[in-house]
Nanobody, 126 residues
Framework: QLRLVESGGELVQAGGSLRLSCTASGRSLYMYAVGWFRQAPGKVREFVAAVNWNGDSTRYSDRVKGRFTGSRDDAKNTVYLQMNSLKPEDTAVYYC???????????????????WGQGTQVTVSS
């Protein structure tokens, strides 16, 4: 059974940076695309970024493009989300999730993903 654990979320000032990690256990992440999503209080969960199955393709929402970077280290069974130039509107719980299918591309649809982590809180103060 795959288990995903997100870490790295914390309180940061606007303009600052954080790096989130999504570490898997129970199964290798290799061959599976991984998506990052976030959910702010009272809002629906939204797509943030995705890294395809081998890391050579990434996709970002318009709201984070140019500021966030997704990457993966399959040797560590971990996917990362580097977040720069953080804004108060980036405040949310951030989740990682794995694609249902092997060799997946960097798809933004939430229905693409089956296993989810418990989330990590990112708070950006103004």
């Amino acid at each position: 059974q795959l288990r995903l654990v997100e870490s790295g979320g914390e309180l940061v000032q606007a303009g600052g940076s954080l790096r989130l990690s999504c570490t898997a256990s129970g199964r290798s992440l290799y061959m599976y695309a991984v998506g990052w999503f976030r959910q702010a209080p009272g809002k629906v969960r939204e797509f943030v970024a995705a890294v395809n199955w081998n890391g050579d393709s990434t996709r970002y929402s318009d709201r984070v493009k140019g500021r966030f970077t997704g990457s993966r280290d399959d040797a560590k069974n971990t996917v990362y989300l580097q977040m720069n130039s953080l804004k108060p509107e980036d405040t949310a719980v951030y989740y990682c999730a794995t694609d249902r299918d092997r060799y997946g591309s960097d798809r933004p649809s939430i229905q693409t993903y089956d296993y989810w982590g418990q989330g990590t809180q990112v708070t950006v103060s103004s």
